[in-house]
Structures are given as C-alpha cells and as structure tokens.
C-alpha cells in the first residue's frame, strides 16, 4: 500500500512538473510564444476554428477545454467570446501532447499577442475544463480558473450547461 502512494506521489509531482515547465517557458519566452503562426479564417465555434497555416486552411481545436455545443444552452455566447479574442487575428499555434485528435483537427493552445486563449475562454466562464489524455498541459489550472468563475456565476455558468461533475473526456 505504501508502494501505491509513494507512485501515486511521484507521478502527480511529475504532472504538476511538466505544466510548470510548460507555463514557464511561455512566461520566460517574455511574450515570445514560440509555436506556429497562423491567421483565423473562421470562428467554427467555442473552442474550435479554421486557420490558415503555410497557406492551407487547417482546422484547429483548444486543448484542454470545452465550449456548449451548437443545440446546448450558451453556444451563441461561447462562439461570441471566441470571436471577439480571435476573429481575424494572427495567432500562434502551441501543440502539448497530441498533434492532431480522431477528427484530423490540430489539437492546440491559442494565444493572440500575450493573450492565452484557452484559458481566458475558462476564466470568463465560457469553456469548461476537460482532461482529454495525454494532453493536460494548463489542466490543473484551467480547473481553478472553472472553479472560480462558476462560483462568480460568470459566462454560461448560471445556465448549469458544465455541470456534470466530471473534468476528463
């Protein structure tokens, strides 16, 4: 049984090492966001768009977060808050795990300038947090930014479209 917990230990010290790493090579990057760069062609909705990347257009879907979907309450507004930070914007293009997910979109975190899309959609209360294995770069703290907008009602909060109680896909 102690077995079980030193490893139980050891493997969530290395989880929160790894988004450590990831969040502070954005942060020393100093701005600097090191991935590709594309130009949003269309907002699809929430947590999904389609880009133009090296001249072809890609579709693109957020990692690590979840927006209502097209007949789901909220999904006007999530595709609203999406377009005003993204909408015709040069954005860059970070990849965690994945590269791409069953539906041949490229799985990424968004950022316009220094702003981290994903988890702005989180903190405003329009996209949920979702663990979608192996990508859970930013996970634990989309989770506290969920947890603070759904006790602030903020976004699509008060219409309980998130509350399924379950943070994994």
Known sequence: MLKQVLLLTVMVLLLAACETELMQSVEESGGNIRGETAQVVRVIDGDTIDVNLNGETVRVRYVGVNTPERDEPCYSEATAAN?????????????????????????RFIYVGDTFVNREL?????????????????HDTFVQLERTATRDGLGCHPTGIFDDNSTTR
């Open 83 to 107: 377009r005003r930070m993204v909408d015709g914007q040069t954005v860059t293009l970070v990849r965690d795990s994945s590269n791409t997910d069953r539906y041949d979109r490229l799985l």
């Open 122 to 138: 989180v903190a405003q209360g329009y996209a949920e947090a979702v663990l979608y294995e192996p990508d859970n770069g930013f």
